[in-house]
């Protein structure tokens, strides 16, 4: 079993920032990719940024303003959030592809997700 926690949500003014961290723990042989993804109410589930392979890659809505940050010993990954919009208001949530054993198999773990409220 893994779980991911998060933390560092809230609410913030517009142009202000915030960072999210995310902890894995639990039966990780190995992961591969490590991300955020985010949820507004009515919406779909969206890709906001991932590390994978040493790379990064984010949604075209927040290039330029997050930065994902990953250190692999410790499994944790976070998303530095700056000159937030009021479109960035969601839920944000964790996600982690994990090996539980050596092999091409992995699992798909979520956070519990935490609020991300940008006011105007």
């Known amino acids: 079993q893994v779980q991911l926690v998060e933390s560092g949500g809230g609410l913030v003014q517009a142009g202000g920032s915030l960072r999210l961290s995310c902890a894995a723990s639990?039966?990780?042989?190995?992961?591969?990719?490590m991300g955020w993804y985010r949820q507004a109410q009515g919406k779909q589930r969206e890709l906001v940024a991932v590390?994978?392979?040493?790379?990064?890659n984010y949604a075209e809505s927040v290039k330029g303003r997050f930065i994902i940050s990953r250190d692999n010993a410790k499994n944790t990954v976070s998303l530095q959030m700056n000159s937030l919009k009021p479109e960035d208001t969601g839920v944000y949530y964790c996600n982690a592809d994990v090996h539980t054993s050596r092999g091409p198999v992995f699992y798909k773990y979520w956070g519990q997700g935490t609020q991300v409220t940008v006011s105007s």
């Open positions: 590390s994978s392979g040493g790379t990064s």
């Open positions: 639990g039966s990780i042989f190995r992961i591969n990719g």
